[in-house]
Nanobody, 128 residues
């Protein structure tokens, strides 16, 4: 049974920073891929950042490139999302996901919401 638990969401002002964490249990850490997604009210779920665990290759949505950094701590089985220079349009529920349909491809498909396992989400609210 794979369990993903996100934390770190909060309300911050524009220009601020947050670090989201996703603790994974019951997941084969050395293979596959993981990603962060977000969903704002009335909008589709959007892939924000993805990482291939074997080679640590990363992909980012254009809207967050240069501001967000995805990383992982193998020893702690934890995925992170460092978010800097936050903007009001970053406001959303953020989810981590594991074991996606594109995990074997090494491609930008890691940002597509085709994952088998999802966390419950953590809310990020950025005020202007």
């Amino acid at each position: 049974q794979v369990q993903l638990v996100e934390s770190g969401g909060a309300a911050v002002q524009a220009g601020g920073s947050l670090r989201l964490s996703c603790a994974a249990a019951g997941y084969t850490w050395s293979t596959y891929c993981m990603a962060w997604f977000r969903q704002a009210p009335g909008k589709e779920r959007e892939g924000v950042a993805g990482i291939y665990l074997s080679g640590a290759t990363t992909y980012y949505a254009d809207s967050v490139k240069g501001r967000f950094t995805i990383s992982l701590d193998n020893a702690k089985n934890t995925l992170y999302l460092q978010m800097n220079s936050l903007k009001p349009e970053d406001t959303a529920m953020y989810y981590c996901a594991a074991d996606g349909a594109y995990c074997s491809t090494g491609s930008r498909g890691v940002l597509k919401p085709t994952y088998n396992f999802w966390g419950q989400g953590t809310q990020v609210t950025v005020s202007s």
